[in-house]
C-alpha cells in the first residue's frame, strides 16, 4: 500500500506474493522464512543455518547431554568444530576431540537444566545449571554456532562462578588424563600456586 500510494519505493523490498497472504492462515510457514527465501534467491542478506526442529531448539545438544556419550556429541558437530570455554586454557579443534571433552564433561554433572534458550540466525544461546556430584553449583551460557547444514561448528561454553569453573576445568584434566594434552585444562598445582600469591 505505501508503495502503491508513492510513500516507499518498491526496489528492495522483500516482495513474496501469495505466499505471504497464506502464511497469515498457515502459521507453519513463518512470513520472516519466506522474506529470507526471497532475499536468498535474489543473492542477498547472509547465509543462515537450515533449522531441523531438532537443531532449532538445540534438541540435539541437549541430548548428547542426557546420552553422556561421545557418539551422542559426534552426530551434531560437523568435522571442523571448534570448543572454547572459560574452563580451557586454549580451544579444542576438530570433532573428535571435542566429542571426547564434551562427553567427559556431560559426566561431571549431577544434574543439568537448561533454562533459556534463544536462536538468532545461526546462532543460539542457552542458559543453564547444573550441579556436579561432588556438589559443585554452576550456572552459564553456551553459545552454539550451526553451519549451513545446521550442524554445530562452533560451541563457546561460559561457565561461573570462577570457583567454580576451576573446579570443572581440573576435574577435566584428571578425567582426560592420557587421552588429550593436559595443556588444554588447569592442573591442580597451578590452581594453588594462584591461590597462595
Known sequence: MLVQLGLLQRDGLPIVGAEGTRSVLDSSRPLNELIRQCMASRGEGTVEASITSESSSAGDWKGAFAKRTAAGFADAFAEDIVLEAT????????????????????????????????????????EWVAEAHAGVKFSGVTVLTRDTTGSIVHVAIHHRPMEAAIFFSETMGKSLR???????????HAARRRKNR
Open 87 to 126: 574452563t580451557l586454557n586454549r580451544p579444542v579443534q576438530g570433532r573428535e576431540k571435542v566429542k571426547v571433552v564434551m562427553a567427559a564433561a556431560s559426566k561431571l554433572y549431577k544434574s543439568l537444566e537448561f533454562t533459556d534458550t534463544a536462536t538468532v540466525g545461526a546462532k543460539q544461546y542457552l
Open 178 to 188: 592420557g587421552e588429550l594434552d593436559p595443556t588444554y585444562f588447569l592442573n591442580e
